[in-house]
């Protein structure tokens, strides 16, 4: 069975200050990665791939992935509130790479 | 570029009806997913449609769910008969090819009662 495991928060970080969002997967095999935001009552919407070891960077976000740990990172500097929503990690993942999804962690940005 | 199109929105049924839900992807793209969202949980694939065939319904519960892409565009997932704990949002997404980046549509709104 593969896996996709984010730390379930909730999480509470002031305007301002770094979120860090978690994930681990299961696949050794997994070459993509994916972060998605959702906010309550929408569709998930893509904010970050990344497929390389490192870093990636766009904007606020930064995207780090780490395949020997098994483990990729999303950091939001200068959280706005407008950031508030779950945060969706996905790996594509097993024989078919179908997108497996965490059960995302809820990050809220205090003003 | 126009989105995914999802309809209806919202659907209120009760246990043991049947329901189909319609999705239309965005336009050339070849990969077409359903996903079931329970509330809590992330998006669980349903099927992956490659054109008009199948690539992977390993998670659908045949004996309840069909899904159809006839003519490698749009498609529509059937429920049929319905039970309480289909209650959930259930999404389409497509994408250029398998693999891709998926865009998600807005979803349907499941209520079983």
């Known amino acids: 069975q593969k896996e996709v495991e984010q730390n379930s928060g909730p999480l509470s970080v002031p305007e301002g200050a770094i979120a860090s969002l978690n994930c681990t997967y299961s696949d050794r095999g997994s070459q993509s990665f994916f972060w998605y935001r959702q906010y309550s009552g929408k569709s998930p919407e893509l904010i970050m791939s990344i497929y390389s070891n490192g870093d990636k960077e766009d904007g606020r976000f930064t995207a780090q992935l780490n395949k020997a740990s098994q483990y990729v990172s999303l950091l939001i500097r200068d959280s706005q509130p407008s950031d508030s929503a779950t945060y969706l990690c996905a790996v594509n993942e097993g024989s078919a790479r179908q997108l497996t999804f965490g059960s995302g962690t809820q990050l809220t940005v205090l003003p | 570029e126009a989105g995914v199109a999802q309809s209806p929105r919202y659907k209120i049924i009760e246990k043991r009806q049947s329901v189909a839900f319609w999705c239309n992807p965005i336009?050339?793209?070849?990969?077409l997913y359903w996903y079931q969202q329970i509330l809590g949980q992330g998006p669980k694939l349903l099927i992956q449609?490659?054109?008009?065939?199948?690539?992977?319904d390993s998670q659908l519960p045949k004996d309840r769910f069909s899904a159809e892409r006839l003519k490698g565009v749009d498609s529509t997932l059937k429920i049929q008969p319905a039970k309480l704990e289909d209650s959930a949002v259930y999404l389409c997404?497509?994408?250029?090819?398998?693999?891709?980046?998926?865009?998600f549509g807005p979803g349907t709104r499941l209520l079983v009662l």
């Open positions: 449609f490659q054109n008009n065939g199948v690539v992977d």
């Open positions: 336009s050339g793209h070849a990969t």
């Open positions: 997404a497509s994408s250029p090819g398998a693999q891709e980046t998926q865009y």
